[in-house]
Nanobody
Framework: QVQLVESGGGLVQAGGSLRLSCAASGRTLSSYTMAWFRQAPGKEREFVATIRWSSSSTAYGDSVKGRFTISRDNAKNTGYLQMNTLKPEDTAVYYC?????????????????????WGQGTQVTVSS
């Protein structure tokens, strides 16, 4: 079992930055895929970014490319989402998720149903 705990959310003005953390416990994530998803009120869950723990290869949703960066720290068993140039439309609850497999293509890593473990979510609110 893997437990995921997100932190770092909050209120920020448009154009600002936040860094979210996702601390994993229970297992090391060496063979896992970690991802961030978000869900705004009244909207479907949206894929944000993913990272393969072993190779650090990354991929991003179109709406965040060039603004968000996903990374991980092996020693801390923690993933991060650096969010820059935030926009009001980035307002959502952000969730980290982990899959006990390599999800190599966008057909897979963007599908939340393929992830085995989820955090409780952290609220990000961007004011205009």
């Amino acid at each position: 079992q893997v437990q995921l705990v997100e932190s770092g959310g909050g209120l920020v003005q448009a154009g600002g930055s936040l860094r979210l953390s996702c601390a994993a416990s229970g297992r090391t994530l060496s063979s896992y895929t970690m991802a961030w998803f978000r869900q705004a009120p009244g909207k479907e869950r949206e894929f944000v970014a993913t990272i393969r723990w072993s190779s650090s290869s990354t991929a991003y949703g179109d709406s965040v490319k060039g603004r968000f960066t996903i990374s991980r720290d092996n020693a801390k068993n923690t993933g991060y989402l650096q969010m820059n140039t935030l926009k009001p439309e980035d307002t959502a609850v952000y969730y980290c998720a982990a899959a006990d497999r390599a999800l190599l293509s966008s057909a897979y890593y963007s599908r939340g149903t393929l992830y085995d473990y989820w955090g409780q979510g952290t609220q990000v609110t961007v004011s205009s």
